[in-house]
């Protein structure tokens, strides 16, 4: 479930890196939004693995919540989409049920889920990545590694929020027909090319659903991870929190951690 | 009071320079507000915040989705679904609904997230995609397919495989960005589109949408087609009545000012138009010529008897002061008693025609004498024109006393028994007629698919994670089965069915495995496996809350009107108590609010009726001074209602939403007629001291005319009512017209006959 996490959401949008401004004149703005994904996603290049808890927190409009939790590992592929194992601890009926997905970048991802009660893998249709993920407000396609490749970009202005200056600019899925969306907003900040705020419409161009991403900490020295991930769901008012702790970074993951066999290992 | 009419008369007729000018400014002033009128078009705007039933649905929706739908039906020309190009267009049409503003799901037979066995895996996928490339083997495959599921059939298609339907969620935003026009108008285009680009298939289009906008159509419907007609005909009774132009115009502006004063003074108060309310123009139109005509009437029969026109004036107004005030407030008291009403439009409307009615006593006293004060009008004397008819009528109803008491009394019994043979029950989809598209849809959705009534049931297992459990979800399905038993149940939407389906594909599609699933932890990894593959908007949140402690399932119907959703709602509620205690809850959806509305409001109303019906009686008393007529003139106020309902009871049986206010109403209206009679044998008992049977002879030459015309005015103006394509109004206005004519009939055979009866007994 790494994919939440981060490296990803980071990666993707914006923001040209500074030294490339002075020959920017020449540049369009799909040129340096896409010149923004790379360099955010550059800078978190090299993380090598993860693991992390996430809390999940579920809320209705009645204002009502649930929660979920979560143990995610991820383990970065050289040029290839990452990999990420979900491991359910709660709610109770799906404990030890774990969630592998290899994204690439390009072509569909690969995903399967490990079903205890049932002791088998099963192998999850990739194109259905727009559905609600565990009942919640995130979808698959928004906490899947967000590979640069996966969509197009544009540049569209530079402005504050929360007090840092940001990027923002716009991003279209490449795989139109199996997204939920038609395209994110997206708020980058300039001075560490970190995740602040993401706008998802719909496909009548509406806007559905807003991210706030908050409690950035370095890792390492170098890689930015949040506490906090805040989907809020303006049409249904439902909303979802995520909530980050224990991140380990570099423990010594490989790739036979990640396979259909290693799912059924995990408790 | 003999002083302050007499004081009142002069100042009209002197002041009459500076009232003119002043009530046109009043009325304007007032009819400025009539710019803040807006039309609601929300059908829940019958419920009142308080109203139990809309509470418990607005919780169902806050841990669900509140849904509002659009929905389309396609049936091809051929009577076959399952042909490529109608395929195609059911493709089609799902894609272009995403399009449809506010819309969150869209579900159809092609978007259908069909489950099935692949080598190990589970495979989810839309039932049909890329219908040109199909084979026929393919379609006859997909037919088979939609047919033998349980969450299609009856609901997306029919047994035939010749009308399917698709169905769009629409999502209201709490931020004031919803305008229903932008819905309609992309659900009509899209209509319009799939005719033109399928000419083969017949397209239908209706859902709660399309009928809220219809609650907000039928009142600009109504203002444009009734009032016209009304204005005709009463400008047509008015001039045959006055045989006056100047005076019929002095009468036009009154009912004009009076409108626009109610309608004015609604929009500063921001009161909202309700197809219920937007009646308020044409039933003050009605009301405010009466007292103008009982004016005018007495100017006219005075000038003629040689009296000077200002001193006819100040006469008129001296004789009628008492009775115009005494009709108009008791016609107030009745409307307001409206705000008994559970229904916010009741209440609306009755503050708003009060207030006109208020105002058009108001114009009738202070504006129309001074106007006549001015205007040139000139009548030929000595033609005093004792009518000839009701000096016949006086002496047929003396003569034959005893035998005409006897078969009114008879005449009470026999229609009033008809009562017995009432029951409440709404439509509400039939509260629009044939004239509205939407209807015929809906009609054609409940002949060929489930229907539009609904019963929702928010079964909680009591714990998080619940709805996996065996046990409970063993009895959603007994549940749901028992519902599919049900003659008048068309369709049961149950997550059970999915479980099933899982536990079968799971076991490679082996219809053996076609069960619930017997371990907990198993149901819920089925589950969380299949919604894991769900794609965008088509996933379970609208039907398993977020905890997974319970589970919404959907029993629709055909239009089976609110006495038969109450009685399979209470079955419903009967079979949970016997066979699952803790999980026990009242079904939701608005076809239950709706089906409580008319009971709820009878109940409000019966107590606004009682105390309008006792403020009335005492203002009958107060005025006349005299209990014994106080007492009497409640059986001529009273009886007509009675006396409708069972007419109503023998000719048509059914009464909803619109007969909760009528007793209140009526009563207002009704007594009039019953305050000029009453006032007029009085004075002929004290002034002239006659006998009775004299006394009747008098009221009927006085005031028999002036009620005969305003009678006529009333009947006219709620029969014009009664031609509305909206049925709360064409039945409200109908069963007024019939309670007014029976008023009527009681004033003048009744009302006598008693009166002589009782007065010769001492």
């Known amino acids: 479930m790494n994919p939440l996490a981060v490296k990803t959401l980071i990666v993707s949008f914006l923001c040209a890196p500074l030294f490339f401004i002075p020959a920017a004149h020449s540049e369009t703005a799909e040129e340096k939004g896409l010149a923004i994904a790379m360099e955010a996603d550059r800078r978190d290049e090299g993380f090598g693995d993860y693991t992390a808890d996430m809390m999940m927190i579920l809320k209705n409009k009645q204002g009502k919540e649930s929660k979920r939790a979560i143990r995610s590992k991820t383990l970065e592929v050289t040029g290839d989409g990452d990999k990420s194992l979900s491991i359910f601890d709660t709610p109770k009926d799906v404990k030890g049920t774990a969630f592998l997905s290899f994204s690439h970048k390009v072509g569909d991802d690969e995903q399967w889920l490990y079903l205890p009660a049932l002791k088998r893998v099963k192998r999850i249709n990739s194109r259905n990545k727009s559905g609600s993920f565990m009942g919640s407000e995130f979808a698959y396609e928004d906490i899947a590694s967000q590979e640069v490749e996966k969509y197009t970009y544009k540049h569209l202005r530079e402005e504050e929020f929360q007090g840092e200056l940001c990027f923002v600019g716009e991003s279209y899925p490449v795989d139109k027909k199996n997204s939920g969306y038609t395209k994110r907003i997206s708020w980058l900040d300039k001075a560490e090319y970190r995740l602040q705020k993401v706008e998802f419409y719909d496909r009548k161009q509406s806007l559905l659903k807003t991210l706030t991403v908050e409690g950035y900490q370095k890792y390492l020295d170098t890689y930015w991870r949040a506490d906090t991930m805040s989907m809020v769901n303006h049409q249904t008012g439902k909303s979802t929190r995520l909530l980050w702790t224990n991140y380990k970074f570099q423990i010594g993951l490989s790739d036979k951690d990640f396979n259909a066999t290693s799912l059924k290992r995990v408790r | 009071m003999q002083k302050i009419e007499n004081w009142i008369g002069a100042v009209v007729v002197k002041y009459r320079w500076f009232l003119i000018p002043c009530l046109i400014f009043i009325a304007l002033l007032s009819a400025n507000g009539m710019r803040f009128l807006e039309f609601s078009n929300d059908s829940r705007m019958f419920f009142s915040k308080e109203n139990p039933q809309l509470q418990a649905l607005e919780a169902l929706e806050r841990t669900y989705t509140k849904v509002e739908n659009v929905l389309y039906l396609l049936a091809p020309k051929s009577g076959n679904i399952f042909e490529a190009k109608s395929l195609e ?31 190990d895996d589970l495979m989810v996928a ?42 769009i969620n629409i999502i209201k935003p709490d931020d004031g960005s919803y305008e229903i026009e932008d819905v309609t108008t992309a659900a009509l285009k899209l209509d319009q589109l799939m005719k033109d680009k399928y000419p083969f298939l017949d397209v239908y289009l209706t859902g709660g949408v399309m009928i809220d906008a219809a609650f907000g159509e039928a009142p600009e419907r109504d203002i444009r087609s009734l009032i016209p007609l009304m204005f005709a ?31 004015g003074l609604a929009g500063w108060m921001g009161i909202l138009l309700t197809p219920a309310s937007a009646n308020a123009p044409v039933i003050i139109l009605t009301l405010a010529v009466a007292d103008s005509i009982h004016i005018l009437v007495t100017i006219f029969h005075q000038m003629r008897s040689g009296t000077a026109r200002h001193k006819a004036i100040q006469e008129s107004i001296r004789v009628n002061l008492q009775p115009v005030l ?46 006549m004060a001015v205007l040139p009008i000139r009548v030929k004397q000595g033609e005093t024109e004792k009518s000839k008819a009701f000096t016949l009528l006086a002496d047929f109803v003396i003569g034959r006393r005893t035998a005409i008491f006897w078969s009114m009394i008879a005449l009470i019994l026999l229609t009033s028994s008809g009562i017995s043979k009432i029951h409440l029950n709404d439509e509400f989809i039939k509260y629009f007629d044939h004239s509205y598209p939407f209807r015929i849809a809906s009609d054609f959705s409940a002949e060929h698919l489930a229907g539009l009534e609904i019963i929702d049931w928010d079964l909680d297992s009591g714990e998080e994670g619940g709805i996996n459990d065996p046990e409970y979800l063993r009895t959603v399905e007994n549940f749901a089965n028992w519902f599919r038993e049900q003659p008048e149940v068309r369709h049961v939407y149950t997550i059970t069915d999915i479980m099933k389906r899982l536990n079968q594909n799971m076991h490679g599609d082996d219809p053996d495995w076609y069960r619930l699933p017997e371990q907990r932890d198993l149901a819920a990894q089925y589950l969380l496996l299949y919604e894991m593959n769900l794609p965008f908007g088509l996933d379970l949140n609208n039907r398993i809350n977020i905890d997974k402690s319970s589970t919404r399932m959907t029993v629709s119907m055909p239009n089976i009107g609110t006495a038969g959703v109450l009685d399979l709602e209470r079955r419903g509620r009967e079979w949970l108590m016997t066979h ?54 409640l059986i001529p106020n009273l009886m007509p209602a009675f006396m409708a309902f069972g007419v109503w009871g023998i000719f048509v049986g059914q009464v909803g939403l619109a007969v909760s206010v009528m007793i209140a109403m009526t009563l207002g209206i009704v007594v009039d007629d019953t305050v000029h009679f009453l006032s007029k044998y009085q004075r002929a008992r004290k002034e002239h001291k006659m006998n009775p049977e004299d006394s009747v002879r008098y009221a009927f030459n006085t005031v028999g005319s002036a009620i005969w015309i305003t009678t006529l005015a009333l009947v006219g103006g709620f029969g014009v009512l009664s031609f509305s394509g909206f049925q709360i109004n064409s039945h409200m ?8 004519i029976f008023a009527l009939i009681l004033d003048f055979f009744f009302l006598p006959t008693l009166l002589i009866k009782l007065e010769n007994k001492k």
């Open chain 2, 326 to 371: 005494i009709t108009s407030v008791s016609t107030a008291i009745g409307f307001l008693a409206m705000n008994f009403s559970d229904a916010p439009p009741f209440r609306d409307l009755g503050n708003i025609v009060a207030m006109g009615v208020m105002s058009a006593f108001i114009y009738s006293v202070f504006f129309m004498p001074a106007l």
């Open chain 2, 126 to 167: 839309d039932l049909i995609s890329n219908a040109p490339s199909l084979s026929p083997q393919e379609i006859l495959d997909i037919k088979e397919i939609a047919l033998a599921q349980p969450m299609l059939l009856n609901s997306m298609i029919d047994k035939k495989g010749s009308v399917t339907a698709i169905n």
């Open chain 2, 233 to 263: 005909l009463l400008l047509f009774l008015i001039v045959i009545s006055l045989r006056s132009i100047l005076a019929t115009t002095a009468t036009l502006l009154v009912i004009i000012f009076s409108t626009i004063t109610g309608l």
């Open chain 2, 580 to 633: 699952s205690p803790d999980m026990t809850t009242y079904g939701s959806g608005l076809s239950i609010i709706f089906s409580y509305i008319s009971e709820r409001n009878i109940h409000s109303m019966l107590k606004g009726s009682i105390i309008a019906l006792v403020l009335i009686s005492f203002i009958m008393i107060a005025a006349l001074r005299d209990i014994k007529l106080g007492i009497i003139s």
């Open chain 2, 733 to 740: 206005g109908l069963m007024t017209t019939i309670t007014i």
């Open chain 2, 89 to 119: 267009a059911i493709e089609f049409i799902t894609e272009q609904s995403w399009q449809i503003p506010f819309s969150s799901r869209v579900d159809s037979l092609s978007n259908y997230q069909h489950t099935k066995a692949f080598e």
